[in-house]
């Protein structure tokens, strides 16, 4: 072979050493991309390193050299710190159940990747990736190649605009044109008219249409034979294969039936086919639209940012009120909300939330730091670069780092389908064919062509994302906000649910605080109110907001540790807050209050006391669930309120107090092993251990950055007595999926029934295909709906 240079970087190809290859396949000595050798003078580039499956379309070659660019490359990246970075890409292609599937496994693809999520209904894949081992230039490649080239405009990408697509309507338009001119130039053979100028003019009839199906056949249907070329070339059998198989099929029968003078042909069919199923891609993009699940939680998202006023003044604000250059405060293990400039001079932020790895990251003052940070130790301060996204947010939540392994029935049934559904399709198309060639040959291609096309996987694999997304959408309209759909199936199963006491069944509103004990200085409340300031424990909350303004001073040194309490050292002295063993005074158990005792330089000064404000419908809301549920209560505090608690709730409700928080923790294990599925509903960040250990993990919001990924779903404190709705809710949305699956189920058996016995013809094959799954997602969006209004 003549020596051959790297398309990327110029160097020689040569052998690849470490792989055994044969002697078609060889390697860039500099940049490792690996090529296959066609022949003398033609070589095709596979974009991976570790020899996966895949062809570089020669039409691309050198189109995204601009990704060599780092500036560019930040611009497209949602999150670049370390050597984990995030971007979500534009995937114009993504049309069914197949697509998700192989967009969601594109790591066992490229070795770097390590997670990709796809939003349908916007066709966009988000990828995490790690930039050490393979490059953003690498990846849209890689997408590329197996038929998902990304759309990337920065011009847009900065506007916000996206440029419309309208290709598909281009291709409808010319597939109709050819089906209606080939229908009309087929009647005098429809209706055998016996007339001298027809029978003189027939082959030139029966040419002209041939001629006429040619834009149909090559331009139309295009899409159809790339993504089956690109699937064949990758391993992956993907739903367009049948597809085009039947279209080329049905092209080569007619073409030799005119050649060789035998009849017109399919051409009617052929045309007519690719226009219904055009239409019907053109008419589930227009539906998915119209029901599209895309979660815009503006109105009722329940996460508070403290924001600094411009006279310096704090105030709570909703997330989405966040505009850019807005002042805002992070305390400690709270959420970094949008992309920023650190104003403080330094922080330590977790990014697990984003990359899973809980390593705190060191920054300074006037550097950026990405949303999705949790912020470690002492408050700080920070100004918004953007409004927040909260897309980008419950992208976060729905991380696979923080997903519960939970076997999802639904998903396993709809992946299965979608993997083996067209080998085993073709198997039997190829069977049906062998078998009517005996019967009759000229009917024999169009049984083949309608098993190819009537049979789709879509409709079953699209049920549960649709079913689940709309209830997704009515409970978050509900004031319920799940990470993501695996919750509902969870909160289907669950036959125990915990509460936690504090912050849970309490209100933080309308609570009296009393101080007990020595009488507290300014200076004192000051060094108190500016420790309080970096706490997020409701009783940290409450007591913030019931003492005096004071002024803000630095603290030099912060440690809030759970289930106990603070410790915050300043110039001016510490502060020690919290239980009373924490600060080494007399026993709690011998007061039967709720308290925050105070320690200041070593001295005890004393302590607050909560009286405690039940939530309204509690005593209602424990007698409904008390009925199907196990229902306990767990609190941190000691036993003063059990009396109250026993006179409130069920008889049956288990009381269990002085629980610290891995005590709760146990608890909830102690359960599982029992065989119980879980639901744990706490306070957020206080809880995390038992929300992350339980199987559904419910934090309660009132006005407190309450976003962790420990938690399945946040609830509005305002919806606390309609649990018991949302439980219920959530079984019947299982029940919908179910019941869809059988429709979907059925469709496939009917439909294939109907094409093997050879009464089905392609033509209607091609409008039932897109019209089933189309009825199936109308079908589950309709009764979740009827379901959300019954109460």
Known sequence: MDTKHCFHCGNEIAPKDDVIFDDKHFCCVGCKTVYEIFSQNDLSCYYDFQNAPGATPQDIKGKYDFLDNEEIVEKLLEFNEDKTAIVSLDIPHIHCSSCIWILENLQRLQNGIITSQVNFPQKKVRITYNKNTVSLKEIVYLLSSIGYEPYISLENYESGKKEVDRSLIYKVGIAFFCFGNIMLL????????????????????????????????????????????????????????????????????????????????????????????????????????????????????????????????????????????????????????????????????????????????????????????????????????????????????????????????????????????????????????????????????????????????????????????????????????????????????????????TGTITTNKKTAIIYDGNELSKDEILLLKNTLRGSNHPLSRRLYDFLPEVEKINVVSFEEITGKGVVATFNEGQVKLGSSSFVDTFSETSHKKTKVHIEINGNYKGNYVFSNQYRVGLSELFESLSEKYEVKVLSGDNEGERPILEKLLPKNTELVFNQKPEQKLQFIETLQKQGKNVMMVGDGLNDAGALAQSNVGIAISENVNVFSPACDGILDATKFSKIDYFMKYSKNAMKTIYMSFGLSLLYNVIGLSFAITGNLSPLVAAIIMPLSSITVVSFVTIITNIFSKSK
């Open 186 to 501: 087929s009647f005098p053979e429809y209706f055998e008219v016996d007339e001298f100028w027809i029978d003189q003019y027939k082959p030139f009839f029966r040419w002209l249409i041939f001629f006429l199906a040619l834009p149909s056949f090559l331009y139309s249907a295009i899409d159809y034979y790339k993504s089956a070329y690109k699937g064949i070339r990758s391993g992956i059998l993907n739903i367009d294969i049948p597809i085009a198989l039947g279209i080329i099929v049905m092209f080569v029968r007619s073409t030799i039936d005119i050649v060789m003078d035998y009849g017109q042909g399919f051409f009617d069919s052929l045309t007519g086919l690719v226009f219904f199923m055009l239409l019907g891609k053109l008419f589930q993009q227009k539906t998915y639209s119209f029901l599209s699940f895309e979660r815009d939680y503006k109105s009722y998202f329940p996460i508070a940012i403290t924001r600094i006023t411009k006279e310096g003044k704090e105030e709570q604000a909703q997330v989405y009120d966040i505009e850019k250059g807005d002042r805002l405060l992070i305390r400690n293990q709270e959420l970094i909300p949008v992309d920023g400039i650190l104003i403080s001079p330094k922080s330590s932020i977790d990014y697990s939330f984003v990359t899973g790895e809980e390593v705190p990251i060191e920054k300074q003052s006037g550097n950026k730091i990405f949303a999705g940070g949790k912020q470690l130790g002492s408050t700080i301060e920070m100004e918004a670069l953007f409004s927040v996204s909260q897309s980008y947010l419950t992208q976060l939540w729905s991380n696979d780092v923080f997903q519960k392994k939970i076997e999802q029935k639904h998903k396993t049934i709809t992946d299965k389908v979608s993997r083996y559904f067209t080998p085993i399709l073709l198997a039997v198309a190829v069977i049906v064919l062998i078998f009517w060639l005996f019967i009759d040959t000229y009917e024999a291609f169009n049984v083949f062509t309608a098993v190819l096309i009537v049979a789709c996987p879509c409709a079953l694999a699209l049920t549960a994302p649709f079913a689940l997304g709309n209830v997704l959408r009515i409970m978050g309209r509900k004031k319920f906000y799940l990470k993501n759909a695996i919750v509902i199936e969870q909160l289907a199963k669950v036959n125990t649910i915990v509460f936690d006491k």
